[in-house]
T-cell receptor, first 116, second 116 residues
């Protein structure tokens, strides 16, 4: 089955430690995205990548880093510089072609990160 | 920068009745897409309906329909014959049109309660 996987579902880290969240897709999508969700805040864009070896900052990129070495994978690192890292993190992917039903973003199940 | 506003933090409706969720947005673009996503307690994001700005006809998907008022920058979601499974958070989202694959800008969401 095609889809997006995020692992782990729950992640706990001590304050000051970097942590990497995994996102893998087998939908053959060019574009991938990371969003953060806080209570009452909706989803906010952290980083996105339209093609391998290229990525752009979103609205709240400070304290985060990403890489896009493979089309299928877009890992997100939450660094110690992120002041409030505890949140729910969602990964998504889409095609990047212009078209009527293209560009729909498909979401993974999310990772709940808690920093103690 | 684009903004999306959902003014109803919570809505409640009796099962089988109709409910309308409000969304307004602000953009200087003429080509864009609008979306409604559903997030049930599992936190999986599910696309409910989408609207292309250049289309005057309102989108419809079974019991879900939108009222797209481009001049007023309004994009409301109507759910007819509400069912218990419709209970969830609903997010309105915006994406710039054209080629490429920009991220989505989300509203803060409306919590929909269905009363049996």
């Amino acid at each position: 089955d095609g889809g997006i996987t995020q692992s782990p579902k729950y992640l706990f880290r001590k304050e000051g430690q970097n942590v990497t969240l995994s996102c893998e897709q087998n939908l053959n999508h060019d574009a991938m995205y990371w969003y953060r969700q806080d209570p009452g805040q909706g989803l906010r864009l952290i980083y996105y990548s339209q093609i391998v070896n290229d990525f752009q900052k979103g609205d709240i990129a400070e304290g985060y880093s990403v890489s896009r070495e493979k089309k299928e994978s877009f890992p997100l690192t939450v660094t110690s510089a992120q002041k409030n890292p505890t949140a729910f993190y969602l990964c998504a992917s889409s095609t990047s072609r212009t078209g009527e039903r293209d560009n729909e973003q498909f979401f993974g199940p999310g990772t709940r990160l808690t920093v103690l | 920068a684009q903004t999306v506003t959902q003014s109803q933090p919570e809505m409640s409706v009796q099962e089988a009745e109709t409910v309308t969720l409000s969304c307004t947005y602000d953009t200087s673009e003429s080509d864009y897409y609008l979306f409604w996503y559903k997030q049930p307690p599992s936190r999986q994001m599910i696309l409910v309906i989408r609207q292309e700005a250049y289309k005057q006809q309102n989108a419809t998907e079974n019991r879900f329909s939108v009222n797209f008022q481009k001049a007023a920058k309004s994009f409301s979601l109507k759910i007819s014959d509400s069912q218990l499974g419709d209970a969830a958070m609903y997010f309105c989202a915006y994406r710039r049109g054209g080629g490429g694959a920009d991220g989505l800008t989300f509203g803060k969401g409306t919590h929909l309660i269905i009363q049996p």
